[in-house]
C-alpha cells in the first residue's frame, strides 16, 4: 500500500492549489478515496471524498463550491480554489476509509491504519 501526495505549497487567500495522490496498488481495490487535513493543535477533519464505481462525492460543507475531487486513472486530485486561511493544514489522501455522508455533505472520515500518505501542506496566509 503506497500513497504519495503532493502540490501543496503557500499561496494568498483567494488563491488556489491542485493536489495530487498516486496510489500504488490500491486504487483497483479501493471503493472510496478520500482527502483529510489536519492543523496542528485540532482535530483531523475529511475534506472530501470519491466512490470509484459511481463517481459520486461528498464535501465537507465550509469547502463546498471551492474544492473538486477527482480521479484519473491511479491519481486522486483535489482542485482547491479561493482558499481561505482556515484552509492551512496538512493535506493526506486516504484508500477506503471509513465515512458518513448525508446528502451531499461528508459528515465524517476515518483513515484507516496504514492506508494515507504522508501528508503536503498548504498554507494559505
Known amino acids: 500500500v503506497q500513497l504519495v501526495e503532493s502540490g501543496g505549497g503557500s499561496v494568498q487567500t483567494g488563491g488556489s492549489l491542485i493536489l495530487s495522490c498516486v496510489t500504488i496498488?490500491?486504487?483497483?481495490?479501493?471503493?472510496?478515496m478520500g482527502w483529510f487535513r489536519q492543523a496542528p493543535g485540532k482535530e483531523r477533519e475529511g475534506v472530501a471524498v470519491?466512490?470509484?464505481?459511481?463517481?459520486n462525492s461528498y464535501y465537507r460543507d465550509s469547502v463546498k463550491g471551492r474544492f473538486t475531487i477527482s480521479l484519473d486513472n491511479t491519481k486522486l486530485n483535489l482542485q482547491m480554489n479561493d482558499l481561505k486561511p482556515e484552509d492551512t493544514a496538512m493535506y493526506y489522501c486516504?484508500?477506503?476509509?471509513?465515512?458518513?455522508?448525508?446528502?451531499?455533505?461528508?459528515?465524517?472520515?476515518?483513515?484507516?491504519?496504514?492506508?494515507w500518505g504522508q501528508g503536503t501542506q498548504v498554507t494559505v496566509s
Open positions: 486516504a484508500a477506503n476509509p471509513d465515512v458518513v455522508v448525508a446528502g451531499t455533505s461528508l459528515l465524517g472520515l476515518t483513515p484507516r491504519s496504514g492506508y
Open positions: 470519491i466512490y470509484v464505481d459511481s463517481g
Open positions: 496498488g490500491t486504487m483497483y481495490s479501493s471503493n472510496c
